[in-house]
Structures are given as structure tokens and as C-alpha cells.
T-cell receptor, first 112, second 111 residues
């Protein structure tokens, strides 16, 4: 365990479904992130939250909707996804200073 | 916007030192070098970071050249569990957010 917990680990959903990914950290970090990692593509930043406020939306389609109710929890709400959205979705957190990111184990999403 | 260049893959014998190079010739003076690794289908794991001086922790050592244009991650006694993709990162936006990882080096530790 890294200190960042993601659930579920695996998710299969149809294109008309609505689902949510959850991320939780109790490291006292103030910044939380969603990243997407597709097969054979580099990691891509999706959303950034600092002190619960969204500070960056990296041109992500509106079918992905983030929510950060407090500094320990981060959600990614999914609706009407496409098969090309199938990927590993990673949550990360970071504290103050030039320290590294702590990643969760990811949610492997398959859209059918 | 500093970018990195790493070999696509490397092999290492179990018990030997693994030396993973990274070129970052456009790095600016205040940018840190970070190393992560990712074991198949898991989240990336932070290994080490440095600015100018060489660094060592319980996982690895980081050697940064004096001109800071390249660095080497050293795993002193590689084990089979060190088989992973290793990423060298210097690319952050103005707010300090890590944007992407790049291709990385696939290290295969062999018995």
C-alpha cells in the first residue's frame, strides 16, 4: 500500500452506464491528481486539485467529471464513455515542496 | 519545457548493478530530476529525486552530471522484482504539476 487507495481496481462498463472511480489518501497531501494511461501511450494528466479547488483541466471531455469533496478524497464520475476511454486511471497526491508524487494502484477501466 | 531521452530497454543480471541513463539537456536551473518506476499494471512508484548533488536512499542512487544535462539511476544489486519500466522526469508546468512521463526504459532483470 502506498497511502493512496483507489477503488475499484477493475471496472467494466457499457457505453450508457454511469460509474464513479474513488481515490483516498491520508498522507496529509494538499494536491490530488487524475491521470490516464492508455495502452502503449504515455501517462496523461487529466485533472488537478489543490486544497480541494480544481486548478487544471487538461482539455478532458465532459464525459469525465471530477469531484473533490475534501482534501482526502477525489472522485472521477464517468458517463457515456467510449471504447477508446478504456485505460488505466491513476490517482496521485503530492505534498508541499519538491517531493515526488504518491500514486495509487489504479483502476483498470474497460468500456464495452 | 525540459524533455528527457532514455534507452527503450535494458537487461541486467540478477545481483549486479543496474545503471539507467537519462539525458535532459534542456533542463533549467531550478528543475529537479525525478525517477519513478512502474511494474506491469500497477501505479508508478517514486524512487528518488535530485537537483544538483548526488542522492542515495534505500532504493537507489542518483548521479547527476555537473552540467545537469544527464543523470544515471543506479540500482546497486538488482533483483527480479526490480523488473519494471523506469521513468526519468523533468517536465512540469509552471504550477509544478507533472504533465506526462514519456517512454521510459524497460529494465529486465534476468536470473
Amino acid at each position: 500500500e502506498t497511502g493512496v487507495t483507489q477503488t475499484p481496481r477493475h471496472l467494466v462498463m457499457g457505453m450508457t452506464n454511469k460509474k464513479s472511480l474513488k481515490c483516498e489518501q491520508h498522507l496529509g497531501h494538499n494536491a490530488m491528481y487524475w491521470y490516464k494511461q492508455s495502452a502503449k501511450k504515455p501517462l496523461e494528466l487529466m485533472f488537478v486539485y489543490n486544497f480541494k479547488e480544481q486548478t487544471e483541466n487538461n482539455s478532458v471531455p465532459s464525459r469525465f467529471s471530477p469531484e473533490c469533496p475534501n482534501s482526502s478524497h477525489l472522485f472521477l464520475h464517468l458517463h457515456t464513455l467510449q471504447p477508446e476511454d478504456s485505460a488505466l486511471y491513476l490517482c496521485a497526491s503530492r505534498g508541499e515542496g519538491p517531493y515526488g508524487y504518491t500514486f495509487g494502484s489504479g483502476t483498470r477501466l474497460t468500456v464495452v | 519545457d525540459a524533455k528527457t531521452t532514455q534507452p527503450t530497454s535494458m537487461d541486467c543480471a540478477e545481483g549486479r548493478a543496474a545503471n539507467l541513463p537519462c539525458n535532459h539537456s534542456t533542463i533549467s536551473g531550478n528543475e529537479y530530476v525525478y525517477w519513478y518506476r512502474q511494474i506491469h499494471s500497477q501505479g508508478p512508484q517514486y524512487i528518488i529525486h535530485g537537483l544538483k548533488n548526488n542522492e542515495t536512499n534505500e532504493m537507489a542512487s542518483l548521479i547527476i552530471t555537473e552540467d545537469r544535462k544527464s543523470s544515471t539511476l543506479i540500482l546497486p544489486h538488482a533483483t527480479l522484482r526490480d523488473t519494471a519500466v523506469y521513468y526519468c522526469i523533468v517536465r512540469f508546468d509552471n504550477a509544478g504539476n507533472m504533465l506526462t512521463f514519456g517512454g521510459g526504459t524497460r529494465l529486465m532483470v534476468k536470473p
